[in-house]
Nanobody
Framework: QVQLVESGGGSVQAGGSLRLSCVASGGVLSTSVLGWFRQAPGKEREFVAGITWSGSITNFADSVKGRFTISRDNMKSTVYLQMNSLKPEDTGVYYC???????????????????WGQGTQVTVSV
């Protein structure tokens, strides 16, 4: 019954903001590392940001540092990705992912993650 459900995607102009949410169901997910990946058309899926269970460790792709923030609310089993100063190159499908084996590091490798959501589309226009 493990499930990750993303929401909050949409279309914005460059410089705008969006906040993505991911609700995680399933007991083990409540203590998992939660991360965000994205995939642009014709490109491989890439790591965007991740956060440990405690929130004490975060990790961001260089391309989004200073613009995106990640947070989680364990009471709601939800992870958020606040995206500011959006650029056209941020366009893509954003996926929420959970890694169940680590609480002390945030991996950037997609093969380290165990569960995935269906994705939510983010489109940034000029």
């Amino acid at each position: 019954q493990v499930q990750l459900v993303e929401s909050g995607g949409g279309s914005v102009q460059a410089g705008g903001s969006l906040r993505l949410s991911c609700v995680a169901s399933g007991g083990v997910l409540s203590t998992s590392v939660l991360g965000w990946f994205r995939q642009a058309p014709g490109k491989e899926r890439e790591f965007v940001a991740g956060i440990t269970w405690s929130g004490s460790i975060t990790n961001f792709a260089d391309s989004v540092k200073g613009r995106f923030t990640i947070s989680r609310d364990n009471m709601k089993s939800t992870v958020y990705l606040q995206m500011n100063s959006l650029k056209p190159e941020d366009t893509g499908v954003y996926y929420c992912a959970a890694e169940i084996h680590s609480r002390v590091r945030v991996s950037t490798r997609e093969d380290e993650y165990d569960y995935w959501g269906q994705g939510t589309q983010v489109t940034v226009s000029v």
